[in-house]
């Protein structure tokens, strides 16, 4: 229905008056329609609006999920440090060990007693330069070198080692240790 059908409806018929009534309400509707937004575009933008609310929902969801996770992984690391720290301090004991198992066994290279017998083998072991230590490797391939002369009492290993004197007869006289001892 017509504003002027309106007016006319309610006896509103002088044309001075009813043009008066259009005018004001077609300036009205002008000067409102500027701040308005359309409302196709309105719908499109409360649509957009609610579809982020639920990707903004979803994402605190994945975020919760993460920041567990991240807690668990800064646990998992603390237990990893201390397992490494562990490891090391474990790696340093065995090191330490074993290095005095080999220097225990290097005193025949030193001793004046045995010179002759440690020459004719010096080059099969590795001893450190000066101020310097062997790793661990080092020393482990210097004990299993040297596994084969202690089992044939090469020199006497078992007097000085333990403190005591070899059982029974004298050890045979070897040649060449490696051959009593074949891969």
């Not at 290097?106 to 080059?123: M, N, V």
């Amino acid at each position: 229905m017509k504003l002027r059908d309106v007016l006319k409806k309610h006896e509103i018929t002088d044309e001075k008056i009813v043009n008066d009534i259009e005018e004001y309400v077609s300036s009205t509707l002008a000067e409102k329609s500027d701040n308005m937004i359309p409302t196709p575009r309105f719908n499109e933008v409360i649509e957009q609006r609610n579809e982020l609310r639920a990707e903004l929902s979803e994402l605190k969801g994945e975020y919760d999920i993460l920041e567990k996770k991240l807690e668990k992984f800064g646990e998992s690391e603390k237990t990893i440090s201390g397992l490494e720290d562990e490891n090391k301090n474990l790696k340093k004991s065995v090191l330490e060990i074993r290095t005095n198992q080999w220097n225990e066994r290097s005193k025949y290279f030193t001793d004046e007693k045995y010179k002759e017998k440690a020459d004719k083998i010096r080059e099969d072991f590795i001893f450190p330069e000066k101020d310097k230590e062997l790793t661990l490797e080092q020393v482990e391939n210097n004990l299993k070198q040297f596994k084969p002369y202690e089992k044939a009492e090469y020199f006497e290993a078992r007097k000085i080692l333990d403190g005591t004197k070899p059982q029974g007869s004298p050890p045979p006289v070897v040649k060449d240790p490696l051959d009593v001892f074949p891969d």
